[in-house]
């Protein structure tokens, strides 16, 4: 599983993208057969707190799951994004075995 961290509307810190790959491979053990995972982070240009946008996109033979979260701060975002992946891959994995 390759995992790929990309930045939007700023420069990202290693420490950010060591902790959100640190993560993100933790999934592994719900799906066995994830071929990727794409992860976006953006700063949205707005005056809200919740400005940090995490997106992350799931390669899987068939269809990728998409999920999209907001959040304060880009951890807790990348968290939420994943307890929702852990849900949908559980579900997938589920109805391929039915």
Excluded: C, W
Aim: positive net charge; without cysteine; charged residues 35%.
């Amino acid at each position: 599983m390759r995992v790929s961290v990309q930045s939007v509307n700023f420069n990202i810190d290693d420490d950010l993208v060591k902790y959100t790959e640190k993560k993100v491979a933790g999934i592994e053990k719900f799906h066995d057969q994830i071929i990727m995972v794409e992860v976006f982070l953006k700063v949205q240009s707005t005056s809200e707190k919740e400005n940090k946008s995490i997106e992350m996109k799931v390669s899987l033979p068939g269809n990728d799951i998409v999920v999209k979260k907001q959040s304060n701060t880009f951890e807790k975002g990348v968290n939420n994004a994943l307890d929702t992946l852990k849900t949908q891959l559980i579900k997938r994995k589920e109805k391929q075995r039915a």
